[in-house]
């Protein structure tokens, strides 16, 4: 499995960007009931920390207390990309954005997902 993100980027606080993850490769997988693909985040000098997951059939979302009602994580099932939307950004968003692949549906442990894309830097300035 191969992972892309893009759309990071440079956005004043209570801005939005969209981040975009493509998935390609095993494709097969993702019948599986228990596939999800999920955004993470790393600060610098900071843990990797979830941020949002969603499962890939029937597209059921989790998200992290810090970004509920403000980022939204969605799919295109023709694509087969993951986006987030991310608005009212604050400075503490400022991190690189990765997105990942799991056959863990509901985790929100790094270790639990197999596959993991390029980062795409967020910073939200104040």
């Known amino acids: 499995v191969q992972l892309q993100a893009s759309g990071g980027g440079l956005v004043q606080a209570g801005g939005s960007l969209r981040l975009s993850c493509a998935v390609s490769?095993?494709?097969?997988?993702?019948?599986?009931?228990?596939?999800?693909v999920g955004w993470f985040r790393q600060a610098p000098g900071a843990e990797r920390e979830f941020v949002a997951g969603?499962?890939?059939?029937?597209?059921?979302?989790h998200y992290a207390d810090s970004v509920k009602g403000r980022f939204t994580i969605s799919r295109d099932n023709a694509k087969i990309v993951v986006s987030l939307q991310m608005n009212s950004l604050k400075p503490e968003d400022t991190a690189v954005y990765y997105c990942?692949?799991?056959?863990?549906?509901?985790?929100?442990?790094?270790?639990?997902?197999?596959?993991w894309g390029q980062g795409t830097l967020v910073t939200v300035s104040s």
């Open positions: 969603i499962r890939w059939r029937g597209g059921s979302a």
């Open positions: 490769g095993r494709s097969s997988g993702m019948a599986n009931s228990r596939y999800g």
């Open positions: 990942a692949v799991t056959t863990n549906y509901g985790t929100q442990s790094p270790s639990l997902y197999e596959y």
